[in-house]
Antibody, heavy 121, light 107 residues
Framework: EVQLVESGGGLVQPGGSLRLSCVVSGLSIRTYAMNWVRQAPGKGLEWVSVISDSSESTSFADSVKGRFTISRDNSKNTVYLQMNSLRAEDTAVYYC??????????????WGQGTTVTVSS | AIQMTQSPSPLSASVGDRVTITCRASQGIGNALSWYQQKPGKAPKLLIYDASSLFGGVPSRFSGTGSGTNFTLTISSLQPEDFATYYCLQNYLFPRTFGPGTKVEIK
């Protein structure tokens, strides 16, 4: 069974930083692009970022561009989301998600349980 | 960015009802659309991919149709466990965009 486990969330002050991690078990992520999706309290889903299998390509939502970076360590089967200059509107549950196929653009067939980020003073 | 809209929201229905949710894209996306079900406090689950393909383990009462800009998710006979929020997602271009969600409520 493929499992994605996020960690690193917590309470941070506006302007602060956090680094989220997503550890994948049950398959090697070496050939999969990996994504982050978030959900603010009581709101809908928002795609945040993607990183290609080789880390050559990344893409970000306009709302986080220039503040967030995404990286991966295939040897550790882990994906990271570095979040800087955090704002109140970044408060959300952050999900790590795997695509169904080994494509950069694809549906998401496996989701982590999410990690909560709260940006507040 | 491609804008995704959904209707209706919310949707009030009874057990046994046939339910249809519509998702529209602001530009053509071929069949690059997927549908997700989310229950409170839980991660979303994939229901339909490539607009009309049923994901493994998903009950056959769920079906998807459409291409281009107009898509539908149909539940042929609503079951108690189907009361949830449903989202569409375009898989055509970055940035990826979800629809705003359709909450299926008990009438």
């Amino acid at each position: 069974e493929v499992q994605l486990v996020e960690s690193g969330g917590g309470l941070v002050q506006p302007g602060g930083s956090l680094r989220l991690s997503c550890v994948v078990s049950g398959l090697s992520i070496r050939t999969y692009a990996m994504n982050w999706v978030r959900q603010a309290p009581g709101k809908g889903l928002e795609w945040v970022s993607v990183i290609s299998d080789s880390s050559e390509s990344t893409s970000f939502a306009d709302s986080v561009k220039g503040r967030f970076t995404i990286s991966r360590d295939n040897s550790k089967n882990t994906v990271y989301l570095q979040m800087n200059s955090l704002r109140a509107e970044d408060t959300a549950v952050y999900y790590c998600v795997k695509p169904k196929y080994q494509l950069l653009l694809d549906s998401f067939d496996v989701w982590g349980q999410g990690t909560t980020v709260t940006v507040s003073s | 960015a491609i804008q995704m809209t959904q209707s209706p929201s919310p949707l009030s229905a009874s057990v046994g009802d046939r339910v249809t949710i519509t998702c529209r894209a602001s530009q053509g996306i071929g069949n690059a659309l997927s549908w997700y079900q989310q229950k409170p406090g839980k991660a979303p689950k994939l229901l339909i991919y490539d607009a009309s393909s049923l994901f493994g383990g998903v009950p056959s009462r769920f079906s998807g149709t459409g291409s281009g800009t107009n898509f539908t998710l149909t539940i042929s006979s609503l079951q108690p466990e189907d009361f949830a929020t449903y989202y569409c997602l375009q898989n055509y271009l970055f940035p990826r965009t979800f629809g705003p969600g359709t909450k299926v409520e008990i009438k």
